[in-house]
Antibody, heavy 120, light 109 residues
């Protein structure tokens, strides 16, 4: 059973970079079985796909966020990371990490989510 | 990359069946990678249906999925109080990307 746990600052100032990590247990990041994903949910709103990355290095990002996103893997720490630059209040959201099985398009395991508020 | 269109809300009485639609453009119609997620307040989404019609292990067979043209549907039969939640569809959108629907709030009367 894959388990995911997000962590990071709950408050980020405007124009700064939001940095989150997701610690993985129950699966190996380097197995190649998954794309490791980030999804967010604005307060009271729907889900928005941010992007995902495979152990091979292949990564895909939401075109609307692509210029500000960096997603990376640290296999030694068993972690997935998200960096979102130049944040504004519009980036206030619950951020989830999730797994997408290789070659198919759905998200089967999810973390509990972490709320990030952008405010001065 | 446009969001998929879902009704904002649906409702039904216990024991009834309800259907939630999810309309896209070429994304939904062209690929069999439609999935559905259930989200209770304050909780993470849970995968209920994948590849249009498949149920993950442990998901009740009261949940079923289908697709016709550019519209996918989630049907819940034998509605129960615990089914009250938000439901989201998701589809492959080409170029290795995905897009979500806006979500539907299901109320069990």
């Amino acid at each position: 059973q894959v388990q995911l746990q997000e962590s990071g600052p709950g408050l980020v100032k405007p124009s700064q970079t939001l940095s989150l990590t997701c610690t993985v247990s129950g699966a190996s990041i380097s197995s190649g079985d998954y794309y490791w994903s980030w999804i967010r949910q604005h307060p009271g709103k729907g889900l928005e796909w941010i992007g995902y990355i495979h152990y091979s290095g292949l990564s895909y990002y939401n075109p609307s966020l692509k210029s500000r996103i960096n997603i990376s893997l640290d296999t030694s720490k068993k972690q997935l990371s998200l960096k979102l630059s130049s944040v504004t209040a519009a980036d206030t959201a619950v951020y989830y990490c999730a797994t997408k099985p290789n070659s198919i398009y759905h998200f089967d395991y999810w973390g509990q989510g972490t709320l990030v508020t952008v405010s001065s | 990359q446009s969001a998929l269109t879902q009704p904002a809300s649906v409702s039904g009485s216990p024991g009834q069946s309800i259907t939630i639609s999810c309309t896209g453009t070429s994304d939904v119609g062209s690929y069999n990678f439609v999935s559905w997620y259930q989200q209770h307040p304050g909780k993470a989404p849970k995968l209920m249906i994948f590849e249009v019609t498949k149920r993950p292990s442990g998901v009740s067979n009261r949940f079923s999925g289908s697709k016709s043209g550019n519209t996918a549907s989630l049907t819940i039969s034998g509605l129960q109080a615990e089914d009250e939640a938000d439901y989201y569809c998701c589809s492959y959108a080409g170029s290795s990307t995905v897009t979500f629907g806006g979500g539907t709030k299901l109320t069990v009367l």
